[in-house]
């Protein structure tokens, strides 16, 4: 199989308005390891589970998304109601409750950064027998 047109995924990245809040949040609060920061540009990356996974201050003319909302990122966890447990007890903000989706075949919740960005995390659900 060739690979895509444009190359292959690099990273995800969401702007954030306070790039050292940010920072501590992704790296202290939900454990992302550290692997780069620039302060000029106020851009850090992280490796999210092994995924690189950016956060930047909206530089000088960027286009498009603003801060906060839904991000379309996924975690998945093998236990959704520990990870969600201990979410809540480091402070993170919970949007959604873990819930089944059978269509997804998933337990499914959200939460939030400081910035109100938005991820989900999921559980497979085991196949029917």
Do not use: C
């Amino acid at each position: 199989m060739a690979d895509p047109i444009v190359g292959k995924f690099l990273s995800a990245t969401v702007h954030v308005s306070d790039h050292e809040r940010a920072r501590k949040f992704y790296s202290e609060t939900l454990g992302f390891k550290l692997v780069d920061k620039n302060e000029q540009l106020k851009f850090t990356m992280f490796d999210a589970g092994g995924l690189s996974f950016g956060t930047h201050v909206p530089w000088e003319g960027d286009t498009g998304r603003g801060i906060g909302g839904v991000t379309g990122l996924i975690f998945q966890t093998e236990d959704i109601a520990k990870a969600f447990e201990e979410l809540k007890a480091r402070g993170v903000r919970i949007g959604e409750e873990p819930s089944k989706r059978d269509a997804l075949g998933v337990i499914m919740g959200t939460f939030y950064d400081p910035d109100d960005n938005e991820f989900v995390v999921w559980q497979p659900l085991p196949p029917p027998e």
